[in-house]
């Protein structure tokens, strides 16, 4: 296994190195250029389109609030709570890795823009209303059906994401690592399984969240946005105001935390356990976990957009852009600024005397930070909003893989259902993985989805700005026409 883990970590230095991280944050900068700082200036207007419908003659399967709630149920999960603590971990990027998921997520919200804009703009809707829609279709329709070889492979890639990836082994592997350490962080109470041991409560925990999967998924997307809907407002507020209650009642160490952020972002020394700079490791770790999070350029969240009931792409554009919004620039900050006021990402865990790993980071914030409660309180909140937002995440990421599939495969539904029936095995497999494995296949196959993804943001950017535009003009000046009526 440490051999295998050792090939997979070699491989991952090779996706994710310096090109791709230059590549992604250069498309986000050219786009936020080009659209004129779009996510500062529309962010307002793009809030209130959340909970607005548009109104008659919009055709789609779900509502763009319905449709935002699927993509942040695909995003917001285990990379809010154990990436993030992956990234600002000692031997990761430390607190500087913070700073850099930020950039990567202020100019992810451009690239998040433009991939909701082209979802609507070359989504096909067939005669019983089906929506197909996503970067194969705006890489097949938008860049010319010569380009349909991308299309492919970003599909394919597309279905490993989902079936390998962010939707099923990293976010099972959260939920099932999270439930043993409330329940059973000694180890206690164990079964050997294929020669290893394990305990009770990720056993439990797996099997039962790969039937309650199971039971949903079979209900297509109509069952995945109306559960989504619910879960996912609910649990972010709870896990928001949970980590907003930490860092008031330990106001006094933010500021040397905040500092910790920006002046370990630029740091020269060498990091832990290597000879790079720590800067370089905090750039590539706060970039690879801030996409692994919001999935702005991944090509993703244009697959759930596309089903939105909406006829102008803009529109959907602004809606899709608050996805990157809301899981980088609050979630993400929320749990990033506990773990380093708590000074948790350099934590030893006592039974092992390593430092913490993964869900073990923010659960020590928590108990930390809320001292003054019995340690089991926080923990329990934790808990669960990591298994209701890994829980969602698994649901969404099936309807990304299933669309990637059908496409893949020319439309044929029997290659679909099998991809689903193998996408509820590896749910049920995924508690069985290491930690560091599992987060290194997840980033692997992140930066081979993203690059076709990216080759056609920038050959269509032209057809993007030119609409935003013409859609920007048109808005001022009904505005300025129902400013005149009212006066």
């Known amino acids: ?20 991280i230059v590549l992604i944050m250069s498309v986000g900068i050219y786009l936020t250029v080009r659209l004129r700082l779009l996510q500062l200036v529309h962010l307002p207007k793009a809030l209130r389109f959340m909970f607005k419908n548009e109104g008659k003659g919009s055709k789609g399967e ?46 992810g919200m451009a690239t998040k823009y433009a991939e909701g804009f082209l979802a609507i703009r070359y ?95 079979i209900g297509g997307i109509q069952r995945i946005s109306g559960v989504s809907q619910i879960v996912v407002p609910f649990m972010a507020v709870i896990y928001i105001l949970a980590c907003l209650t930490l860092i008031i009642v330990n106001a006094n160490k933010l500021p040397h935390a905040i500092a910790s952020v920006f002046t370990e972002a630029f740091s020269f020394k060498a990091a832990a356990g290597g000879s790079l700079p720590m800067m370089f490791v905090a750039m590539r770790n706060g970039v690879a976990r801030g996409i692994f999070s919001n999935e702005a350029g991944l090509g993703s969240a244009p697959i759930a957009a596309a089903a939105a009931q909406t006829k102008e792409p803009v529109r959907q554009g602004l809606v ?22 708590m000074g948790s990402y350099e934590a030893v865990n006592p039974a092992t005397g390593k430092p913490f790993e993964g869900v073990e980071v923010t ?93 056609a943001l920038l050959a269509l950017s032209g057809v993007i700005c030119k609409d935003t535009r013409r859609y920007v003009i048109k808005y001022n000046r009904a505005k300025q026409i129902k400013r005149l009526a009212q006066s």
Request: aromatic share 16%.
């Open 62 to 107: 779900i509502s763009s609030f319905a449709a935002l709630c699927t993509a942040l149920s695909a995003t917001i999960g285990t990379g809010n709570i154990v990436g993030v603590a992956t990234a600002v971990g000692i031997l990761a990027g430390g607190p500087g890795a913070l700073l850099w998921m930020w950039l990567a997520a202020f100019f």
């Open 363 to 455: 659960t020590h914030a928590f108990k930390n930070g809320f001292s003054f409660l019995p340690e089991e309180i926080p923990a329990f909140v934790l808990m669960v909003c990591l298994v209701f937002f890994a829980f969602t995440t698994i649901l969404g990421w099936n309807y990304y893989g299933e669309r990637c599939m059908e496409y893949l495969t020319g439309g044929r539904m029997g290659a679909v259902k099998v991809y689903r029936y193998l996408y509820i095995l590896a749910v049920f497999i995924g508690p069985y993985l290491t930690v560091s494995a599992v987060w290194t296949i997840a980033d692997i196959f992140n930066g081979l989805m993203a690059l076709p993804n990216l080759v």
């Open 320 to 341: 899709s852009m608050c996805g990157t919004f809301i899981d980088t620039i609050v979630v993400c900050t929320m749990t990033g600024l506990s773990i380093v006021m």
């Open 123 to 217: 989504r096909k809707i067939d005669k019983d209303g089906h929506v197909c829609g996503g970067p194969f279709y705006y890489i097949e329709y938008g860049m010319g059906r010569k380009w349909k070889w991308l299309a492919k492979i970003f599909a394919f890639f597309g279905a490993c994401v989902g079936i390998f990836g962010i939707g099923t082994f990293s976010q099972i592997n959260g939920i099932s690592s999270a439930v043993q350490n409330f329940f059973d962080p000694m180890r206690e109470n164990t079964v050997s399984v294929m020669g290893r041991d394990y305990t009770w409560a990720v056993i439990i925990s797996g099997i039962a969240v790969t039937v309650f999967a199971a039971l949903v998924i």
């Open 1 to 20: 296994m440490e051999k295998f883990t050792e090939i997979l970590e070699k491989i991952d230095s090779a996706v994710w190195g310096i090109p791709l």
